[in-house]
């Protein structure tokens, strides 16, 4: 509470791209060692930030609250008495490196996003030509391999949208002979009496075409016919087809 | 012929970073001469005060305006789009550095979701699918594309600088270069 203390909340709320901003924000703010944090004072900010977040009704990410409790954690985990190594032993890890580690890792990514910044203001300052539009006239060979699967994509897509504004696109009905699921369900039993020894489910579709709604329909009437116990499936093991027979009770 | 005035002309008729290698081609001569004729026209630009610089950029060259007219340009026209987030910024800083990199390894270094960033950053084709990790659930692998390097205005990866932090090397960044190019006076 030390820090607060001297340096009570301000209600200034930085937008934070995570926790690990946030503790950096601590951080720097605290003029911390980031080698040797302060983790009961670092853990009391970081949960009055959390609290504050939620007293004000915002939603606190599900990040935060992690992190909160690896705060809360690694405080514990301080707190323990250490026992001294034994001969040979290595020493204790500080239970904070591994926090540490994370916290120099992003900061140094945070670092590039500097520079990334600068190089994008300056390349927002100058302008390229584009390729003159003559392109009956010459065409910029293609670098070998220079053209990736999405462009191909891109470019797909916009041939096919321009063909879609034209007024004179082709249309036409196709026609689809619907078949309901009673209808289906005759069939499919039908197929199946004809086979008193078993039919394979796979023996179902055997003639292609196939086409979705007709797979999908054969399979809800095989299952309705199934509930109804007009036909009984069997399989032997996970994997091997289902075998079909009609039942006999309701076949008589 | 004037090879620095061809080079003049191949580059504002390409719109786009034509390399060395294409600027030969076309001038029929060899890299070294066409290095000579873009540094050559670069000096031509810049005596006759012109507007224009010759910009070493995406690992090619290509014409731009000079960044202090950038006024009279904008008066003229509109640019699309804002600029990058820090969000944005700070999940393409680390595919650069760590390219081929997983979502899930993003997210544990900057320690929050990265998906929807991962997804705008593509949709800008900043970064592109680059095949898939081989370990458990196959994760989709991202690296930074050419249009990264235009959007920075980079010539290659091998100008991002050394991250203070180093952990684990990215390897796939190019080693640096003990001999340094022969420095063309250009951006």
Redesign the interface.
Known sequence: MRFLTTNPPQFRLPVF?????LLLHLIRENRIDIYDIPIADITQQYLDYVALLESLDLAV?G?YIV?AATLVEIKARMLLPQAPPAEGEEEEMDPRAELV??L??????????D???G??E???????????ENPDDYL?PL?AGGI?P?ELMAALAQVLSSVSDDDTAVTAVVPRRRVSLRMKMVEVLRKVRAKPEGLAFSGLFSDPPYYTYDIVLTFLALLELIRQHQIDATQKQPGDDILLRPKEAEAA | MNLASAVECILSVAGEPLPISEIARALQCNELTAEEALRDLQLTLGERNSGLQVVHIAEGFQLSTLPEYVEPIGRLLTREGGKLSRAALETLAIIAYRQPITVPEIEAVRGVACGGVVKTLAEKRLISEMGRKPTIGRPILYATTQDFLHYFALKDLGELPQLDYVDTPAPSLPAPVVEPEPDLGLV
Do not use: C, H, N
């Open positions: 791209e995570g926790p690990l901003d990410a990040e992190m580690q994370k120099l890792e992003y900061q140094s990514f945070q670092g590039s996003v520079t990334l910044r190089w994008e300056y390349r927002r300052r100058i302008f390229f030509r584009g390729a003159l910029l670098p990736d999405r």
